[in-house]
């Protein structure tokens, strides 16, 4: 390994600190280990772990190193210092908490001897796709699920139920007595058979109205890595279809932040390009509402694919057209937002609305410029 654990004191001279505290997400490095090969990177999010303040009080270069086996993700533990304070944090007590029920070593060579070894991830394979890279060689994915009544997923889900923590703001671990849950996870597959992890998808099942069943998605990391490349589009398209294939009445989202309804409406929008134009047709507000079910689109998300589909076609030097456009938008705003927007003046209700549409229009603006570099879609 290119970086063995120590504990304690590292022994090369560095510069000195002024500070005794030092950023814990910038102290934490994350590593995917692929035999010579390594991706590492920092964690966006250490709080849970930490502090609020995402600080650790105490060292003069201080370095935690999470080491991952790219297949099983065994977890290598690793934690030194320059130098540390009587009363210093903690650290490598806190990060063992967080890794209690995982498989994880904080020996080197015990580490060492797990990588690269023979693992087949659990779980049923349910997409398969290729990418051709510029070189022309073929790049294989696969998408695998999972149910949490299998002993096999729950073991696998703890090793990488961290980067949740890491990644997603306000996550925390999911029950994993509770057999409701899903685990779709993305992996790329070697010609030799290795399984690369490169993100998952937490999705929860449950019932509402005349014993529908639904499909509520909880956690989606795609690891750093990996971003940018279409990775988290598959996956999430992945999903819709799953609920297709079972009957699901619809995909929900928990929470999403704005980038990831950005994200989502993107991929709905590409879902439902692809149904309307394999028709041989540019898609409608109609036709939204028509496919919705098939689709697995929930009655939220028809309303703004019907916004998105409307500024896609919009022409902006037409006033008259975007001041019918810009008054749709703001209906629902103010509907959504109404308890809100109560407690404010006239005035200050129509700016808030004002800022509110701008966001909207920044939004459906990013879908439509993302939509339009797309290779697979024409919009």
């Known amino acids: 390994l290119s970086f063995p654990f120590v504990f304690g004191m590292e022994q090369e001279e560095q510069p000195r600190e002024e500070s005794w505290e030092c950023d814990s997400n910038h102290a934490l490095s994350i590593t995917l280990v692929r035999g010579e090969e390594e991706h590492v990177f920092h964690p966006v999010f250490t709080y849970h772990t930490f502090g609020t303040q995402q600080v650790v009080h105490g060292y003069h270069g201080l370095r935690i190193d999470i080491r991952h086996d790219s297949s099983s993700l065994f977890i290598g533990l690793g934690v030194k210092w320059q130098e540390a304070t009587p009363n210093a944090t903690d650290a490598l007590k806190l990060v063992r908490e967080k890794l209690a029920g995982t498989g994880f070593t904080e020996d080197a060579q015990n580490f060492a001897a797990h990588v690269g070894e023979p693992f087949t991830p659990p779980g049923?394979?349910?997409?398969?796709?290729?990418?051709?890279?510029?070189?022309?060689?073929?790049?294989e994915f696969v998408v695998l699920r999972g149910c949490f009544e299998d002993a096999e997923i729950r073991a696998y889900h703890r090793q990488m139920r961290l980067f949740a923590l890491w990644f997603i703001e306000g996550a925390s671990f999911i029950n994993e007595d509770d057999p409701r849950w899903l685990l779709f996870m993305l992996f790329e597959r070697t010609s030799e058979g290795r399984h690369h992890f490169l993100g998952?998808?937490?999705?929860?099942r449950f019932l509402a109205f005349l014993d529908n069943e639904r499909m509520r998605v909880s956690q989606f990391v795609i690891l750093p890595p990996f971003q940018g490349q279409g990775h988290g589009a598959r996956l999430l398209e992945t999903i819709y279809h799953e609920a297709q294939r079972k009957s699901v009445y619809e995909v929900t989202v928990e929470d999403p932040t704005p980038a990831f309804a950005r994200?989502?409406?993107?991929?709905?929008?590409?879902?439902?390009?692809?149904?309307k134009m394999a028709q041989g047709h540019y898609p409608t507000e109609a036709d939204i509402t028509a496919v919705r079910s098939r689709l697995k689109i929930c009655k939220p998300q028809q309303i703004r694919l019907a916004e998105v589909l409307?500024?896609?076609?919009?022409?902006?030097?037409?006033?008259?057209?975007?001041?019918?456009?810009?008054?749709?938008?703001?209906?629902?705003?103010?509907?959504?937002?109404?308890?809100d927007l109560s407690i404010l003046s006239l005035g200050e209700r129509k700016e808030k609305l004002d800022v509110l549409f701008r966001e909207e229009e920044a939004s459906y603006r990013r879908v439509v410029e993302a939509l339009r570099r797309s290779r697979d879609v024409h919009l």
Not at 200 to 204: E, L
Not at 310 to 317: G, I
Not at 319 to 337: A, Q
Request: net charge negative; proline share 2%.
């Open 263 to 275: 994200f989502r409406d993107t991929v709905e929008m590409r879902l439902l390009l692809h149904e």
């Open 124 to 139: 049923e394979p349910i997409d398969h796709f290729t990418h051709v890279q510029e070189d022309g060689n073929v790049r």
């Open 200 to 204: 998952y998808a937490t999705v929860y």
């Open 310 to 339: 409307a500024f896609s076609t919009l022409d902006e030097q037409d006033e008259e057209t975007c001041k019918t456009f810009r008054l749709r938008v703001k209906r629902r705003l103010l509907k959504r937002y109404q308890e």
